[in-house]
């Protein structure tokens, strides 16, 4: 008999090596590592320290070894180039052993860092685990990103390596890698050996020949490499978190433990068996499109989806449909800004109509809290779930979430379902108490975090120690904010930083924003807390409308005030509200609170690294200054 969600949950607590021993038997291992867990230098845990295995392998050549080589491995789609390929796992492997001949060609070796800065090609693929195979470090750069910030991130990993391509493409232009490439080295105090570029079909870049070589030449000297073996502990890459001030933090993950966790991932919360198609639309300069356009789902032994293409404007709002019908994709991750920016632009859902979507089974969500109105939106339109699952770059997978290979539990609009195993989760108030359910305060993990999260940070042992474990000892600070219900359900109703107080009350943006998306014109809406000398803060809302709204603004803003006094209560004092064109965010769909907060509070901000469209912010200044709001 099945074991349910309970009883596996309680294993993982109470008897986590005995249950990640298990969990690893499903893995290659060159030798089973003879300890689990190295609890001997807390906070730095460490899981198979002294096993042997490789990334590339069990992503690839495992599946090989099992008479799966024939099978689709990936299948790549560019509506913004109207290019599709596809590659079997052997086809992949043989690629991936030849890249990565050609980079211990260029000096590339075990422990040494890679940057890989590219669009979503196959080549960035084929760069990330071709890295893994010989054992060096990738850092995959989001292609475009700022050139101080890939100077950052140069000098902090002291780069051997640079991978790049000629270009990005974005709805209406191209955006030349080459050039942003060349400041950030100019920048940099560490200068990389060698830059690798990927010439892309219609755009070629201008190559240095004492830095640069190009992708095809190298190849045709290299030849194919086998996998290195690493210990469980080293170091499969780091990612790069941005803040908006501050230098980035290196996440670092540890082989041994990411193959472990992700690969029981995909069965056990995603419920994807090997024959299924898998898309995670992101992009693989996030950790969602690490963990699950890359690598969970190819140690999995399932297909993957590639997608460099937007939610609307590649071509239209229906573009996300067409993928799914086309290549039949079982289950869709994505964040909730994508589902909103369809929805927006086609809220009867006209475009869904289109294609078939029978096979089609879950929707799941993360990156930002998904409001009510969203889902039910999605669950009208496709007859499908929508789970609402909440994790972070530092973990790798998620926290929390509806285990739908175990066993699936009702919907509470606003909740990110239950703790997944292996997390201990607690709500602890400012004290270090543990609170009741229902009761709002910060949402910690018991030491020691299970496998596959981040044991420490790039050569900062120290500010992860500082950062994350020592505000309450024995606990990881998620920085976000929330509650637990009496059912064990999981609220995440805020960063820590997103609590507003207002006379004395803390209040969660996150509440008073979902009833706001609840109403019938709002496409998407952000609150944030502005300083105010009666009451210390005052909540602000402001409104994004669906296309095609003509109503006047006075009489949406005024019947959304009603609304948040009505079911948040008068105690929020929500009184002011503002339509805008549209809500700043970064690049992978987070709103940029802090910043309008900023603003709007007339302080100093450094125009965070991430945001999608830097013209937002003035637009939202004006928006703030015309409604005397910013008062300068």
Same mark, same amino acid.
């Given at each position: 008999?099945?074991?349910?969600?309970?009883?596996?949950?309680?294993?993982?607590?109470?008897?986590?090596?005995?249950?990640?021993?298990?969990?690893?038997?499903?893995?290659?291992?060159?030798?089973?590592?003879?300890?689990?867990?190295?609890?001997?230098?807390?906070?730095?845990?460490?899981?198979?320290?002294?096993?042997?295995?490789?990334?590339?392998?069990?992503?690839?050549?495992?599946?090989?070894?099992?008479?799966?080589?024939?099978?689709?491995?990936?299948?790549?789609?560019?509506?913004?180039?109207?290019?599709?390929?596809?590659?079997?796992?052997?086809?992949?492997?043989?690629? !991936?052993?030849?890249?990565?001949?050609?980079?211990?060609?260029?000096?590339?070796?075990?422990?040494? @860092?890679?940057?890989?800065?590219?669009?979503?090609?196959?080549?960035?693929?084929?760069?990330?685990?071709?890295?893994?195979?010989?054992?060096?470090?990738?850092?995959?750069?989001?292609?475009?990103?700022?050139?101080?910030?890939?100077?950052?991130?140069?000098?902090?990993?002291?780069?051997?390596?640079?991978?790049?391509?000629?270009?990005?493409?974005?709805?209406?232009?191209?955006?030349?890698?080459?050039?942003?490439?060349?400041?950030?080295?100019?920048?940099?105090?560490?200068?990389?050996?060698?830059?690798?570029?990927?010439?892309?079909?219609?755009?070629?870049?201008?190559?240095?020949?004492? #830095?640069?070589?190009?992708?095809?030449?190298?190849?045709? /000297?290299?030849?194919?490499?086998?996998?290195?073996? +690493?210990?469980?502990?080293?170091?499969?890459?780091?990612?790069?978190?941005?803040?908006?001030?501050?230098?980035?933090?290196?996440?670092?993950?540890?082989?041994?433990?990411?193959?472990?966790?992700? $690969?029981?991932? +995909?069965?056990?919360?995603?419920?994807?068996?090997?024959?299924?198609?898998?898309?995670?639309?992101?992009?693989?300069?996030?950790?969602?499109?690490?963990?699950?356009?890359?690598?969970?789902?190819?140690?999995?032994?399932?297909?993957?989806?590639?997608?460099?293409? $937007?939610?609307?404007?590649?071509?239209?709002?229906?573009?996300?449909?067409?993928?799914?019908?086309?290549?039949?994709?079982?289950?869709?991750?994505?964040?909730?800004?994508?589902?909103?920016?369809?929805?927006?632009?086609?809220?009867?859902?006209?475009?869904?109509?289109?294609?078939? #979507?029978?096979?089609?089974?879950?929707?799941?969500?993360?990156?930002?809290?998904?409001?009510?109105?969203?889902?039910?939106?999605?669950?009208?339109?496709?007859?499908?779930?929508?789970?609402?699952?909440?994790?972070?770059?530092?973990?790798?997978?998620?926290?929390?979430?509806?285990?739908?290979?175990? /066993?699936?539990?009702?919907?509470?609009? =606003?909740?990110?379902?239950?703790?997944?195993?292996?997390?201990?989760?607690?709500?602890?108030?400012?004290? =270090?108490?543990?609170?009741?359910?229902?009761?709002?305060?910060?949402?910690?993990?018991?030491?020691? #975090?299970?496998?596959?999260?981040?044991?420490?940070?790039?050569?900062?042992?120290?500010?992860?120690?500082?950062?994350?474990?020592?505000?309450?000892?024995?606990?990881?600070?998620?920085?976000?904010?929330?509650?637990?219900?009496?059912?064990?359900?999981?609220?995440?109703?805020?960063?820590?930083?997103?609590?507003?107080?207002?006379?004395?009350?803390?209040?969660?943006?996150?509440?008073?924003? /979902?009833?706001?998306?609840?109403?019938?014109?709002?496409?998407?809406?952000?609150?944030?807390?502005?300083?105010?000398?009666? $009451?210390?803060?005052?909540?602000? =809302?402001?409104?994004?409308?669906?296309?095609?709204?003509?109503?006047?603004?006075?009489?949406?803003?005024?019947?959304?005030?009603?609304? !948040?006094?009505?079911?948040?209560?008068?105690?929020?004092?929500?009184?002011?509200?503002?339509?805008?064109?549209?809500?700043?965010?970064?690049?992978?769909?987070? !709103?940029?609170?802090?910043? !309008? @907060?900023?603003?709007?509070?007339?302080?100093?901000? $450094? +125009?965070?690294?991430?945001?999608?469209?830097?013209?937002?912010?003035?637009?939202?200044?004006?928006?703030?200054?015309?409604?005397?709001?910013?008062?300068?």
């Amino acid at each position: 008999m099945s074991q349910n969600y309970k009883e596996i949950y309680d294993q993982s607590i109470k008897n986590k090596e005995d249950f990640w021993n298990k969990v690893s038997d499903d893995i290659f291992w060159f030798s089973k590592p003879t300890k689990i867990l190295n609890t001997d230098n807390p906070p730095f845990y460490k899981w198979f320290q002294d096993g042997t295995t490789n990334t590339c392998y069990n992503a690839l050549d495992f599946h090989i070894d099992n008479a799966l080589g024939d099978k689709t491995a990936l299948i790549w789609d560019s509506p913004i180039t109207n290019s599709k390929a596809t590659y079997t796992f052997k086809e992949l492997r043989d690629e !991936v052993a030849i890249f990565a001949g050609a980079l211990k060609n260029q000096g590339a070796t075990k422990g040494d @860092r890679v940057i890989i800065y590219m669009p979503m090609i196959p080549e960035a693929v084929i760069a990330m685990l071709a890295c893994a195979r010989i054992g060096a470090i990738h850092s995959v750069v989001f292609g475009g990103f700022a050139s101080n910030e890939l100077a950052n991130r140069i000098d902090d990993s002291k780069a051997k390596i640079i991978i790049s391509a000629s270009c990005g493409y974005e709805p209406g232009r191209t955006v030349e890698y080459k050039p942003l490439l060349n400041k950030a080295i100019e920048i940099a105090k560490h200068k990389p050996e060698k830059c690798i570029i990927f010439q892309r079909k219609d755009f070629k870049a201008n190559l240095d020949s004492k #830095l640069d070589v190009d992708w095809e030449e190298i190849l045709k /000297e290299a030849k194919p490499v086998e996998c290195e073996k +690493m210990r469980g502990s080293d170091y499969a890459y780091i990612l790069y978190t941005s803040g908006t001030t501050g230098l980035p933090k290196g996440i670092v993950r540890d082989i041994g433990g990411h193959i472990v966790a992700l $690969k029981w991932t +995909m069965k056990n919360i995603y419920n994807i068996n090997q024959d299924d198609v898998w898309w995670s639309a992101s992009d693989i300069g996030w950790i969602v499109g690490h963990s699950y356009i890359v690598y969970a789902p190819l140690f999995y032994g399932c297909t993957t989806v590639l997608f460099e293409g $937007k939610p609307v404007g590649t071509p239209d709002a229906g573009v996300f449909w067409r993928v799914i019908s086309e290549h039949n994709v079982k289950s869709l991750f994505t964040a909730p800004t994508a589902i909103r920016a369809i929805k927006k632009e086609d809220p009867d859902g006209e475009f869904f109509k289109k294609y078939d #979507l029978s096979k089609f089974d879950k929707l799941f969500l993360a990156g930002e809290r998904a409001d009510p109105d969203t889902i039910k939106w999605f669950e009208k339109l496709s007859n499908s779930p929508v789970i609402d699952h909440w994790w972070q770059t530092e973990t790798s997978w998620a926290i929390t979430s509806d285990c739908t290979g175990i /066993e699936s539990f009702p919907v509470k609009y =606003g909740s990110a379902f239950k703790p997944v195993p292996g997390y201990d989760l607690k709500v602890l108030n400012a004290e =270090g108490k543990e609170v009741g359910p229902g009761k709002m305060g910060d949402i910690v993990v018991k030491l020691p #975090l299970p496998p596959g999260t981040f044991p420490t940070l790039w050569g900062a042992d120290k500010r992860y120690k500082e950062n994350y474990m020592s505000t309450y000892p024995g606990y990881y600070q998620t920085y976000d904010a929330g509650h637990i219900d009496e059912d064990g359900y999981v609220w995440i109703m805020s960063r820590t930083d997103d609590i507003i107080n207002v006379a004395g009350h803390r209040l969660s943006t996150g509440a008073i924003e /979902e009833v706001l998306a609840e109403h019938r014109n709002v496409a998407e809406c952000a609150v944030i807390g502005i300083a105010d000398k009666l $009451k210390g803060q005052l909540p602000i =809302g402001l409104l994004a409308l669906k296309a095609g709204v003509t109503r006047d603004k006075k009489d949406i803003i005024s019947e959304c005030i009603k609304m !948040v006094r009505e079911k948040v209560g008068p105690v929020a004092a929500f009184k002011i509200a503002i339509v805008v064109k549209r809500l700043p965010k970064t690049r992978s769909g987070k !709103v940029l609170r802090g910043t !309008v @907060r900023k603003i709007a509070d007339n302080e100093p901000y $450094k +125009m965070p690294a991430t945001i999608d469209d830097p013209a937002i912010l003035d637009e939202i200044k004006a928006d703030l200054i015309e409604n005397k709001i910013l008062k300068l």
